[in-house]
């Protein structure tokens, strides 16, 4: 079983940057990939980015490609979210994910307990 809390979203300008942390509470010790998706008003939850257990692999989805950057500190069991020069079709829940693979958390985790409540991000014009 996995409990995942997210923080760190928030109200920013256009061109503005903010971090957002998720860290994870995991009853056994297992590794796994962490990532991070999100979902606009009615639109579907889309994937943003996700990283390896070690760090060494990472896939980042097209919105976040060149402005986002995915870490993660396995000491502290927190995965983070550098998000730089925000638009404001960034304005969206940002929902962390665990998962066995880096694949797997690409794919979108099937376990509801795979993901967290979400932190919502708005960035103003």
């Known amino acids: 079983q996995v409990q995942l809390a997210e923080s760190g979203g928030g109200l920013v300008q256009a061109g503005g940057s903010l971090r957002l942390s998720c860290a994870a509470s995991?009853?056994?010790?297992?590794?796994?990939?962490m990532g991070w998706f999100r979902q606009a008003p009615g639109k579907e939850r889309d994937f943003v980015a996700a990283?390896?257990?070690?760090?060494?692999?990472?896939n980042y989805g097209d919105s976040a490609k060149g402005r986002f950057t995915i870490s993660r500190d396995n000491a502290k069991n927190t995965v983070y979210l550098q998000m730089d020069s925000l638009k404001p079709e960034d304005t969206a829940v940002y929902y962390c994910?665990?998962?066995?693979?880096?694949?797997?958390?690409?794919?979108?985790?099937?376990?509801?307990?795979?993901w967290g409540q979400g932190t919502q991000v708005t960035v103003s014009s």
């Open positions: 990283i390896s257990w070690s760090g060494t692999n990472t």
């Open positions: 994910a665990v998962d066995r693979a880096l694949s797997l958390v690409v794919r979108g985790p099937t376990r509801s307990d795979y």
């Open positions: 995991v009853r056994t010790p297992i590794t796994y990939a």
